[in-house]
């Protein structure tokens, strides 16, 4: 080691002594840090007890049997009993099933005056792909429960009955109501005395605003005079809502499935599985939670944030629903205070997983449509580039087939020079083709292996030929092929969009229906997808015609570029044919070029060159240059 690399060293060395002990915190800062893990970690110990005691209650609660009868001669004593079971909710737990619809242009909302909640969302500019309306829930099993303790015992609303308002007036239970422009739609649960009288300034009330042309509602949950009512020693609410998500597809996309999204509290996105069962436990803040299906979602977005989430998907084995996909659940706590009236905010977006739409909310749900994300460059590629491309096309209302095939040709364009570039690479490698072959006849053998390619190297640089020019271009392309794939099926604008013979852009065009399922690839044949991968096979013949004498070093490579095609068959012949449909006319369009390449290039005037640059010294790079001096400096020869 010399003595400027010695004091290089003892440098990095002080530097990074001096910037630990710098940053190093003092034993007040440490104190202060200490006592806030420790005011955090007791008010996680108290919750976790008050939930264990929630559960607990709530398992005697549902083994007590309940009073039922047709005839009550005892209406005293049942209210007793029911007081004993629902203290100040006693007369809430007495009622008749009943939906108020709530109608606007976008949305169909089935409130029940069980739970407060609805029981049903509709979305009105949407059907399913056999033609029915559109509902994200099964009514039977969708459940929106808030929990908590009163007078020592467990309350859940979704048991309760309560009073339906409109603008802070009551309406009949049962009624239709149109939104022109904006309205509160509320659910009152009303406290009673003991004589099961109610009580107007004790209640909890679901406030929902509504808003004519919008898929996000203003949800917000009001505690009124619940200071009595509600337990004390209560610092949060548990928020349980249950949902059976229902198919609305043709067909299901295993790689844009059905599933629960969430967004961490000024941080990321995550999600669970989307094709088995799945857990999390969050023990950070979380920001909102998402029911998410293909083309659709309902979000419950919390103004602030919840303290925690517990999230579940899975699918049950057997439900009496035909169109039943997933069954998903989603446990969280937010704080409360029981001193006082309290607004706890929320919002909800149910809707549809359009990237504009979301994206205008600034509050990261588009991330539930699967762009790429998980790779910065693919999400890059389809916000900046191909989205707003594709919706300016879409905005002149052409047929989408047209569209996609506008589209294809603007990107093909774009891409030109990188193409331009591959092809010239194996126009080089094809009119090197000839000498190579005398390299490898002059070592035929096994063991000579080293010194042929040592050979070859050596005539590629004084050509002036670089083999891997033509790997760059396309290894240059691959992203936006693969922001391509991501794309076209998590397009919502393809959904129910007829071109040719294709009936659904979003889903595959079957021109058979076979009576028998064929292993890895279906009981449908789709032509969109016969016609990419013959054209992709086409495509790989005449691309190793260009190779020349790089095909010929890897005949394993040539070998399964056939079989690829063939093995992707199976995938995209129940994957969306408007991606098929994009690389059928992206293989079309390179044809196209390839034919315009080979008349533009003089491959008779690119071999005289070739041989021209075989005459000259072959000039050394700087960094070779570098290499040798320090060689030299070295004493090696």
């Not at 955090?40 to 609660?61: G, H, N, P, T, Y």
């Not at 659709?296 to 989430?309: C, E, Q, R, T």
């Not at 852009?505 to 279906?522: E, T």
Request: hydrophobic share 40%; charged share 20%; net charge positive.
């Amino acid at each position: 080691m010399n003595k400027d690399s010695l004091i290089g060293f003892i440098l990095i060395a002080v530097i990074l002594i001096g910037y630990s002990i710098w940053m190093t915190p003092s034993k007040e800062e440490l104190e202060r840090r200490q006592h806030k893990l420790d005011s955090i970690a007791q008010v996680k110990r108290q919750q976790q007890l008050q939930l264990d005691s929630l559960k607990m209650l709530s398992e005697q609660q549902q083994a007590e049997p309940v009073v039922v009868a047709d005839k009550i001669d005892d209406t005293a004593s049942v209210f007793r009993q029911l007081s004993d079971r629902f203290g100040s909710f006693a007369a809430a737990a007495i009622g008749q099933d009943q939906s108020t619809v709530v109608t606007t242009d976008e949305l169909t909302l089935f409130f029940s005056n069980k739970g407060g909640f609805f029981r049903q969302a509709g979305l009105n500019k949407y059907k399913t792909w056999d033609g029915q309306a559109l509902h994200l829930f099964d009514t039977l099993h969708n459940k929106f429960d808030i929990s908590f303790f009163s007078r020592n015992r467990i309350i859940n609303t979704a048991g309760l009955y309560f009073e339906p308002y409109l603008n802070g007036n009551p309406v009949s239970p049962g009624q239709s109501i149109r939104i022109a422009d904006s309205a509160t739609f509320s659910m009152r649960l009303y406290a009673s005395d003991e004589a099961g009288n109610r009580i107007d300034n004790q209640y909890i009330e679901y406030q929902y605003r509504i808003r004519n042309g919008e898929y996000m509602l203003k949800f917000d949950v009001v505690t009124k005079g619940m200071k009595d009512v509600i337990a004390q020693n209560t610092s949060f609410l548990n928020i349980d809502w249950q949902a059976d998500l229902l198919q609305q597809e043709r067909s299901v996309d295993q790689f844009n499935g059905s599933t629960i999204y969430f967004k961490h509290h000024n941080d990321e996105v995550d999600y669970l599985s989307e094709n088995k069962a799945d857990e999390k436990v969050i023990k950070t803040r979380v920001k909102w939670v998402s029911f998410k299906q293909r083309f659709f979602s309902a979000s419950l977005i919390a103004d602030d944030a919840f303290d925690n989430a517990l999230l579940k998907v899975n699918t049950k084995e057997s439900h009496p629903n035909p169109r039943y996909l997933r069954s998903v659940e989603a446990a969280m706590d937010v704080p409360y205070n029981p001193t006082t009236d309290q607004v706890i905010g929320f919002s909800m977006y149910i809707g549809p997983n359009s990237f504009s739409e979301m994206r205008a909310y600034k509050l990261d749900l588009e991330r539930q449509i699967p762009l790429g994300w998980g790779f910065f460059l693919l999400g890059w590629i389809n916000m900046y580039v191909v989205i707003p491309i594709f919706n300016w096309l879409g905005s002149y209302g052409w047929n989408y087939g047209i569209v996609i095939l506008i589209l294809t040709l603007i990107i093909k364009i774009i891409l030109f020079p990188i193409a331009y570039k591959t092809y010239l690479s194996s126009a080089r490698m094809r009119v090197l083709k000839p000498e190579i072959d005398e390299i490898s006849a002059k070592f035929p053998k096994q063991e000579d292996a080293m010194k042929k390619q040592q050979a070859i190297m050596e005539l590629y640089k004084k050509a002036g030929v670089n083999p891997m020019a033509g790997c760059v271009p396309m290894l240059l392309q691959l992203p936006i092929l693969i922001a391509m794939f991501r794309f076209f099926p998590a397009s919502i604008e393809l959904r129910q969009q007829s071109f040719l013979w294709a009936h659904d852009l979003s889903s595959y065009d079957s021109i058979l229906d076979l009576s028998f399922n064929i292993p890895f690839y279906g009981s449908h044949v789709s032509l969109f997808t016969l016609l990419m991968t013959a054209s992709t096979i086409i495509y790989t013949y005449l691309n190793n015609q260009m190779m020349g004498a790089q095909s010929n070093q890897l005949p394993g490579m040539k070998t399964m570029m056939y079989i690829m095609p063939i093995m992707f068959l199976g995938l995209f012949n129940n994957y969306a044919s408007g991606l098929s449909y994009y690389y059928l006319l992206a293989n079309l369009i390179t044809f196209a070029q390839m034919y315009i390449f080979r008349i533009s290039i003089n491959e008779e005037k690119l071999h005289r060159q070739i041989q021209e640059n075989k005459k000259k010294p072959v000039k050394k790079s700087a960094f070779q240059k570098r290499l040798e001096e320090a060689a030299r400096q070295r004493g090696v020869k």
